[in-house]
C-alpha cells in the first residue's frame, strides 16, 4: 500500500512537472514569437527585402556549419543516467571547443564565398553574388564563440523540466537585441542592423545563463569515459545533424542560386511566418517532450507509450487546425501584415502551411531518441531528402518556383508511413489516437474560409 501510494505520488508529481514544463514552453514561445513578429513587421518597413534574403542565406550557412558539428552535447546531458560534474564539466569544455571551431569555419567560409565572387561562379542575380554576404559570414560566426560559452545548467534545468529561468533568459536577450535592432536600422538602414542584433542576443543570453543559475560554475574539464559515452551516444546525432541541416535549409540554400535576393526575401517572409508555428510545437516538443519522454524510460519503459500519446494530444490539435487554417487564409494573411511589396509571399505561405500536418508525428522522433535509438530519426531524415531533391529538381524544371516550393512541402509529409512503421515496430502505435483528431484538418480550413469570407465582406 505504502509502494503503491508512493508510486501515484510519483507520477503525479512527473505529471505536474511535464504540464508546468509545457506551459512555460509554449507561452514563452508564444510571446517570442510575438516579439519575433512585431520586429518583422517593424524592420520590414525599415528595411529593403533583400536585406532579409541576405541574411537569410547567411543563417543558413551558419546553422549549416552549427549541425556539422553537431555531438549531441545537450541531448546527452538530458538523456544519459551519467550526471556527475566530471561528465557536465567535460560537455562544457567540447562546447566551448567546438564554438570555436565554427567560428574558425565561418570564416573560411566567408573567403570562400569572397573568392568564388571574383572568378564570377555565380549568375549575376544571385544572393551569393552579393559583396555584404562574406562580410555577414564572418561576423556572424562569433555567435557561436559567444554561444560555446553558455553554461550548462541552462539543459540541467531542461533535464529537471523545470524552464522558468530558461524562458526568462531567452525572453530578456531577445527584447534586449530588439531594441539594438530597431535603435541600429532608424540611424543606419543597412543590414548591419540585423547582424548586431544577433550578436547581442548571444552576449545577453550566454552572460545570463550564468549569472541566474547557482550552483556549481563551469569549468574546463576532461574525463576520458565521459567523452567516450558522449561520443557513442552523439555519433547518430552527428549523422542526424548534419543530414537535418541538408533537409531544413535545402530549399534556401538551391533558391539562393536561381532567384535574387528579393525573390528570396519573399520566400523567408512566407517560411517565417509557418515558422512561427513549427518552432512553438518544436521548441515544446524538444524542451518537454524529450526530457519526459527520458525520464519516463529511464524510470518505467512500459510506460513510455501511455507518456507519448498523453503528450501528443496538443500537438495534434494544434497542427491539424493550423495547417488547414492557414492553408486557407495564407495570401489574406500576407495583405494585413505586410505592404504591397511582400504580395508574393501569400501564395508562398498557404502551399507551405500544408506542412504543418507533418509536426505532429515529431514527438515520435524524441520518443525513438529517448529509446537511445537515434538512427530511426536518421532514417527518416534520409527519405525526407531523398524525396526533396528527386521531386525539388524535377518540379522546379517543369513547373518553375512554385513547384519547388510545393516539393518542399510534399517532401515533409512523405515521412509519415516510415514514421508509423517506427512506431509500430517498437510497440508505440495505437490507431485510434492516430486517427481521432484527422476531422480537425478540414475544420481548420472551414474556419480559415470563413475568417477570409468575413475579410472579404468587410474591405
Known amino acids: 500500500m505504502h509502494t503503491s501510494s508512493e508510486a501515484e505520488e510519483k507520477s503525479n508529481t512527473f505529471k505536474k512537472r511535464v504540464i508546468t514544463a509545457g506551459i512555460w514552453s509554449a507561452g514563452s514561445h508564444v510571446l517570442s514569437q510575438a516579439i519575433r513578429l512585431g520586429s518583422n513587421l517593424i524592420m520590414t518597413r525599415l528595411l529593403a527585402p533583400e536585406y532579409f534574403g541576405l541574411m537569410a542565406i547567411a543563417n543558413v550557412f551558419i546553422f549549416g556549419l552549427i549541425m556539422l558539428s553537431d555531438m549531441g552535447l545537450r541531448q546527452s546531458l538530458i538523456q544519459s543516467k551519467r550526471f556527475d560534474e566530471p561528465f557536465i564539466n567535460t560537455i562544457w569544455t567540447l562546447q566551448v571547443l567546438r564554438g570555436c571551431v565554427i567560428w574558425i569555419l565561418s570564416l573560411l567560409l566567408a573567403l570562400g564565398v569572397y573568392s568564388l565572387n571574383l572568378v564570377d561562379i555565380w549568375p549575376k542575380d544571385s544572393v551569393y553574388r552579393d559583396e555584404l554576404l562574406p562580410y555577414i559570414l ?136 509557418v515558422g512561427s508555428l513549427k518552432d512553438l510545437l518544436g521548441n515544446v516538443i524538444h524542451s518537454v517532450g524529450f526530457p519526459a519522454l527520458s525520464e519516463s524510460y529511464r524510470n518505467n519503459p512500459a510506460s513510455l507509450k501511455a507518456v507519448y500519446y498523453k503528450l501528443r494530444v496538443p500537438f495534434d490539435i494544434v497542427s491539424t487546425l493550423g495547417s488547414g487554417f492557414l492553408f486557407a487564409t495564407g495570401s489574406l494573411i500576407v495583405g494585413l501584415l505586410y505592404d504591397s511589396r511582400y504580395a508574393g509571399a501569400g501564395w508562398i505561405l498557404q502551399i507551405l502551411a500544408v506542412s504543418v500536418f507533418e509536426l505532429r508525428y515529431r514527438l515520435s522522433g524524441e520518443c525513438f531518441m529517448a529509446m537511445g535509438k537515434p538512427r530511426l530519426v536518421t532514417n527518416l531524415i534520409i527519405l525526407d531528402l531523398i524525396v526533396l531533391y528527386i521531386l525539388g529538381y524535377l518540379a522546379f524544371n517543369y513547373y518553375g518556383f512554385k513547384g519547388a516550393v510545393w516539393a518542399v512541402t510534399l517532401s515533409a509529409i512523405s515521412t509519415i508511413p516510415l514514421n508509423l512503421y517506427y512506431q509500430h515496430k517498437f510497440g508505440v502505435l495505437d490507431w485510434k489516437r492516430e486517427l481521432i483528431t484527422l476531422p480537425l484538418l478540414p475544420v481548420g480550413y472551414g474556419m480559415g474560409l470563413l475568417v477570409v469570407y468575413f475579410f472579404t465582406l468587410i474591405s
Do not use: C, P
Not at 216 to 230: C, H, L, P, S, T
Not at 258 to 263: E, F, G, K, Q, R
Open 138 to 273: 564572418a561576423v556572424i560566426g562569433f555567435n557561436s564563440v559567444i554561444g560555446g560559452f553558455e553554461s550548462t545548467k541552462l539543459a540541467t534545468s531542461s533535464r529537471e523540466l523545470s524552464l522558468g529561468k530558461n524562458v526568462a533568459i531567452g525572453l530578456i536577450s531577445q527584447i534586449i537585441a530588439l531594441i539594438v535592432m530597431i535603435i541600429w536600422a532608424l540611424i543606419d538602414k543597412s543590414v548591419w542592423a540585423l547582424v548586431a542584433a544577433s550578436l547581442v542576443a548571444s552576449t545577453v543570453s550566454t552572460t545570463l545563463s550564468h549569472l541566474m543559475f547557482s550552483g556549481v560554475k563551469n569549468r574546463f574539464y576532461w574525463d576520458k569515459e565521459a567523452f567516450e559515452q558522449i561520443f557513442h551516444f552523439g555519433k547518430w546525432i552527428f549523422v542526424t545533424s548534419i543530414l537535418g541541416f541538408l533537409l531544413s535549409s535545402s530549399d534556401r540554400l538551391l533558391l539562393g542560386g536561381l532567384v535574387d535576393a528579393a525573390t528570396l526575401g519573399l520566400y523567408a517572409t512566407a517560411f517565417f511566418m
